[in-house]
């Protein structure tokens, strides 16, 4: 069975510029969640999407934007890149949006903003 | 808001030894789940054990097992006979039924051979 892939696994964008990072779940999972980790902030939830449908949200600012479509591959976009915006970038899928549900995770995209 | 806080950014243990990560949450909701998850170096983020709040008995997963005190509101994780392969980042992490989950900012684990 295939486990979570993001794409793409590495990225180089400058101050300004757009981003987007692609996320295919596990076969069968209809949740996908995202998050941002860095150094000094570990890990911080970004959104959750369930069938489409973001269900929650983190507190980043609405540069911070993601979809979901309806084979459950999902798709987050940074807009109007900042250098603190450089993180790798994780994605998860899991069975259930709730819960004890065990969350799988990609390898990430490792985004850099020069 | 909830929270989630390991104090111990870093941490060192002998293999074979046995190996404390603490970890404490803040919350007002009696209905939530416990998960310990485990970063090796570039590789992918998996469970290691998760605790559901309402059940008293402590999760056990092989050489992994918990001490979940509700009431203090604590969940460390304990690592038995530590392995070489054990060295990660571990993160603690807290979700109730309808909100997002919420990690703490991890410590990472040095196996000493």
């Known amino acids: 069975k295939a486990g979570v892939t993001q794409t793409p696994r590495y990225l180089i964008k400058t101050r300004g510029q757009q981003v987007t990072l692609s996320c295919s779940p596990i076969?069968?999972?209809?949740?996908v969640s995202w998050y941002q980790q860095t150094p000094g902030q570990g890990l911080q939830f970004l959104f959750e999407y369930f069938s489409e449908t973001q269900r929650n949200k983190g507190n980043f600012p609405g540069r911070f934007s993601g979809r979901q479509f309806s084979n459950s591959r999902s798709e987050m976009n940074v807009s109007t890149l900042e250098l603190g915006d450089s993180a790798l970038y994780l994605c998860a899928s899991s069975r259930v949006l709730t819960g004890p549900g065990e969350l799988f995770f990609g390898e990430g995209s490792r985004l850099t903003v020069l | 808001a909830q929270t989630v806080t390991q104090s111990q950014p870093e941490m060192s243990v002998q293999e074979a030894e046995t190996v404390t990560l603490s970890c404490t949450y803040d919350?007002?909701?009696?209905?939530?789940?416990l998960f310990w998850y485990k970063q090796p170096p570039s590789r992918q983020m998996i469970l290691v054990i998760r605790q559901e709040a309402y059940k008293q008995q402590n999760a056990t997963e092989n050489r992994f097992s918990v001490n979940f005190q509700k009431a203090a509101k604590s969940f460390s994780l304990k690592i038995s006979d530590s392995q070489l392969g054990d060295a990660a980042m571990y993160f603690c992490a807290y979700r109730n039924r309808d909100d997002k989950i919420i990690f703490g900012k991890g410590t990472r684990l040095h196996i000493l051979p």
């Open positions: 076969s069968g999972h209809r949740s």
């Open positions: 919350t007002s909701e009696s209905d939530y789940y």
